[in-house]
């Protein structure tokens, strides 16, 4: 797999409870990919591409680093991206 719907991936990652949080975040414009705004769900992401996610009070900036084809724990959704603000800590 190369590239991945914008919500099923923030889904699989655990960004978000449900696929159609997932939807309506991006729809609101509260998603970046490389700098740059997206409000469709169903653009496809790819290997590198950075997410800029804004969720409530906080930014989160993950890399894609990885696909899923189901949304599994916590753990197998950790190696689906590079937390690239922490990596900066």
Do not use: C
């Not at 699989?12 to 990919?33: D, F």
């Amino acid at each position: 797999m190369e590239r991945q719907r914008l919500d099923k991936w923030l889904w699989h990652a655990r960004v978000v409870k449900a696929r159609t949080s997932a939807a309506a975040l991006v729809e609101a414009g509260h998603v970046r990919i490389n700098g740059v705004r997206e409000k469709a769900p169903g653009h496809s992401v790819k290997l590198g591409d950075v997410l800029t996610i804004a969720l409530d009070r906080t930014v989160r900036v993950l890399k894609v680093a990885g696909f899923s084809e189901r949304r599994g724990d916590a753990t197998a959704a950790r190696v689906l991206y590079d937390d690239l603000q922490n990596d900066k800590e």
